[in-house]
């Protein structure tokens, strides 16, 4: 029989507390064998789950259950305990920022960008930070929900979607509407925020170069 809503919830916070008592092994583990202070340790994930958010399930989405991952760094006595920042990260800032924690050299171009300055709190979001989202291929639980490819963009404040064929699909205002119920796309007193974020989105596109 397939699963209820209270039963995938029950298995999804059963894995999250699994996953956390082997974190937990890992870090003692490192404590005691005095590796702690010269081991930088992130803590990350691939994607979020809507658990049924929107009435939605999986990834594959840019809604911000699917798209928020968490991020967590520990090196004692070089990253700050306790800091948090708001500055946007993505997948592939991961490789330039450990390059640059660790002094690797930075001869070999790289995706992404160096958050280390953010990492350390010596910089704070400037406000101005996006990721590109991107669904190049529509399967498994997008198929389910009739979702096709489409590109994306979360700023600061926005996140902003269209299907692969251009068309726009969402935008919300993620300040005002942090619960992503009022879908900005189609409102008229949002076109000019539409209309750059869709030129930031093509130069993001370009600048992966992606032709959707």
């Known amino acids: 029989a397939e699963a209820t809503p209270a039963e995938l ?125 991107m669904d190049l291929v529509a399967c498994d639980e997008a198929v389910a929900m009739g979702l096709r490819e489409w590109r994306g963009l979360r700023t600061c404040r926005h996140t902003y979607a269209r299907w692969v064929d251009g068309s726009d699909w969402l935008l919300f205002d993620n300040e005002a509407d942090p619960f992503q119920e009022h879908n900005l796309v189609a409102d008229p007193s949002f076109e000019e925020v539409r209309r750059s974020l869709g030129a930031r989105l093509d130069a993001r596109l370009q600048q992966a170069g992606d032709p959707m």
């Open 9 to 133: 919830l029950a298995w999804y916070y059963a894995a999250i507390t699994a996953l956390d008592e082997q974190v937990g092994r890992l870090l003692d583990h490192l404590d005691r064998s005095g590796q702690r202070s010269d081991t930088v340790v992130v803590f990350t994930s691939d994607h979020g789950d809507m658990l049924y958010s929107h009435g939605r399930l999986k990834k594959q989405q840019p809604y911000e259950e699917a798209i928020s991952v968490p991020l967590l760094w520990r090196w004692p006595g070089t990253i700050p305990a306790g800091y948090h920042s708001d500055a946007l990260f993505s997948t592939v800032d991961y490789v330039p920022t450990l390059r640059s924690l660790l002094g690797l050299p930075d001869d070999t171009p790289v995706d992404g960008a160096d958050r280390s300055a953010q990492v350390m709190g010596q910089a704070p979001a400037t406000g101005d930070e996006e990721v590109l989202l």
